[in-house]
């Protein structure tokens, strides 16, 4: 999930098994990702009013699929080719390098162009309490394969371009078979990594600023003895309301990691994931044990 404003977010994780969702489709774009890491928009085709058989834009085999979705009649086909050309341009190249792996031909990406449709979205996929909370504090969310994004909240392309690639992170997770075996942490931590990297690719004084302001935030809270460590124990995020973002804690956790032990030790603990326990896993490829790692990383300082 990519929090809205910045502060507050939860993992939904995958609820997709339980989530049957059919939105009124005007218009798809096709995607392809071609091997060598290219990802093309092979057609973009009109089901409903104003729309048509637009253009073919590229050719080839395909060996991925993205389908991107105008999940209402607001949804402007321009709209879906500047998502294209986002995710083809700068998330194939991010999840690529970090997860070793591209989202599956499963995935499907749903657009909204009006609270009203983010808001179907979103009952059929969280409890009604949350319907509410969700709906104003997201800026999209993924289930299993499909993601949703709420795209009457983004009037900038660079932070549009994280949460493209902060979903898609958990999307791939998921079809990786690893998303429900990761702690919160390590998943919104990947998400986040991979988001700010988009974000910085398309506008890195934008990114620089937020992630600051993050910084701060943590500082402030450490000051005044209210940061936590990144281990915590599920819950509802929402709910918590911790004087700091969470999330952006995470991604510290996972940025240390790669940084101090490279990122190819995120790939090989995804694949060994798939069929070892993630404390396992991570004690297989990190030298430091996930437990010892969370109680003691808190985003200011190294882990003791
Ligand atoms: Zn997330």
């Known amino acids: 999930m990519t929090i809205w404003k910045r502060k507050l977010g939860l993992f ?137 994004v709420p795209l009457y909240k983004y009037h900038d392309s660079a932070f549009l371009a994280n949460t493209l690639t902060h979903e898609l992170t958990h ?21 986040w990594y991979n988001g700010t990297a988009a974000e910085m690719t398309v506008d890195k004084r934008t990114a620089l600023q937020m992630t600051r302001q993050l910084d701060t935030q943590l500082q402030q809270a450490q000051k005044l003895g209210e940061l936590q460590s990144i281990h915590r124990d599920g819950g509802n995020v929402l709910e918590k309301n911790p004087p700091y973002n969470i999330e952006f804690q995470d991604y510290l956790g996972v940025k240390y990691l790669i940084n101090t032990y490279g990122e190819d030790k995120v790939t090989r603990l995804l694949s060994v994931l798939k069929r070892d326990s993630f404390s396992k ?15 003691s990383f808190t985003g200011t300082g190294r882990p003791s």
């Open 171 to 191: 999307a791939t997770l998921n079809e990786i078979g690893v998303g429900s075996k990761l702690p919160t942490w390590m998943n919104e931590g990947l998400a």
């Open 281 to 295: 896993s991570f004690k297989s490829v990190f030298p430091i044990s996930a437990t010892q790692f969370t109680t």
């Open 12 to 148: 939904v994780g995958l609820l997709s098994a339980l989530v049957i969702f059919v939105p009124s489709i005007t218009t798809f774009a096709k995607w392809q990702v071609l091997p060598g890491h290219r990802v093309q928009v092979i057609s973009l085709i009109g089901t409903t009013k104003g729309a048509s058989n637009l253009s073919i834009v590229g050719s080839g085999s395909a060996s991925r699929t993205v389908i991107i979705v105008g999940g209402d009649t607001g949804v402007k086909k321009s709209q879906i080719h500047s998502i294209a050309t986002l995710i083809k341009s700068v998330s194939s190249h991010i999840l690529e390098r970090s997860l070793g792996k591209l989202p599956t031909n499963q995935t499907e990406i749903f657009l909204y162009s009006q609270q009203s449709g983010y808001a179907g979205a979103v009952k059929k996929a969280f409890p009604s309490k949350e319907v509410s909370t969700v709906v104003r504090q997201t800026g999209g969310f993924t289930l299993g394969s499909k993601v949703y």
